[in-house]
């Protein structure tokens, strides 16, 4: 960019107020909000994500530097928005993905479960697979629930995401079962959320405090191993 063409110092500093006070509005709004989707929360958040975005800009035209600021869809490359203003139906979506790190721990815990089922009346096989014990697993727990359990079943988090979009009537049941995710239309996507490695700050480096909280989570693990015979307590009714 040319020098003509930089904003001048008066410029950004008036777009850093733009930010100070957009954050003030934000937060009188969540202080007065009247509940969880309430609109004037929604409204200040847009407006200071637009300062934000704004300000992020200029500050990079006139002094090349950058803020910590991440603006939630600024830049995701998806087209712009086209479904309806006031949406009749959604869809959401979710994406989470694992690596089976203790396939054994994941057995145990699937052998449990059945063990208890059939101590119910029920018929069980014992699963012998990764496979299996996924199954189990699964049917067992809402994704929710093995989603902040997870190290306990011997799983590891990968990326994951989530995508609400816009319909204009609900889905007839059953209509959509046999093939859920062929007909995404990103053009009606109202928000994401995405969660991933690739946006920690800290991968080449390691806060010091973090061996003592590698230490701790290894004695608390040790501890989870020595209770792992009451999991039937923790099974959900």
């Known amino acids: 960019m040319s020098d003509a063409a ?15 006070t957009a954050l003030d509005r934000h937060l ?20 200071l994500a637009t300062a934000a975005e704004t300000y992020d800009e200029l500050l990079y035209d006139r002094y090349d530097e950058v803020t910590p600021f991440e603006i939630p869809g600024s830049d995701d490359g998806l087209p712009p928005y086209t479904g309806p203003e006031e949406p009749n139906a959604l869809s959401v979506l979710i994406r ?30 014992t699963p012998g697979t990764v496979h299996g014990a996924l199954g189990i ?10 989603a902040s359990r997870h190290k306990e079943f011997g799983l590891e988090e990968g990326d994951s995401t989530l995508w609400v979009t816009a319909a204009d009537e609900p ?17 009606r996507l109202v928000c994401r959320f995405d969660v991933s ?23 608390l693990e040790d501890d989870e191993d020595e209770d792992l015979e009451p999991l039937d307590a923790e099974r959900r009714g």
């Open 6 to 20: 930089q904003p001048t110092a008066a410029e950004v500093r008036a777009a850093a107020e733009a930010v100070k």
């Open 28 to 47: 009188a709004a969540v202080e007065r909000r009247s509940g969880e989707d309430d609109p004037a929360v929604y409204e200040a958040f847009n407006e």
């Open 96 to 125: 989470r993905d694992y690596a089976v790190v203790e396939p054994q721990r994941l057995l145990a815990h699937a052998q449990r479960i059945e063990a208890a089922d059939y101590d119910e009346g029920e018929d069980g096989d």
């Open 137 to 146: 697993l699964f049917g067992e727990f809402e994704p929710d629930e093995i």
């Open 171 to 187: 889905a007839e049941p059953g209509e959509w079962l046999e093939a859920p995710f062929e007909q995404i239309d990103s053009q």
């Open 197 to 219: 490695a690739v946006f920690d700050d800290d991968l080449d480096g390691e806060d010091p405090d973090d061996e003592a909280d590698d230490d701790l989570e290894a004695e």
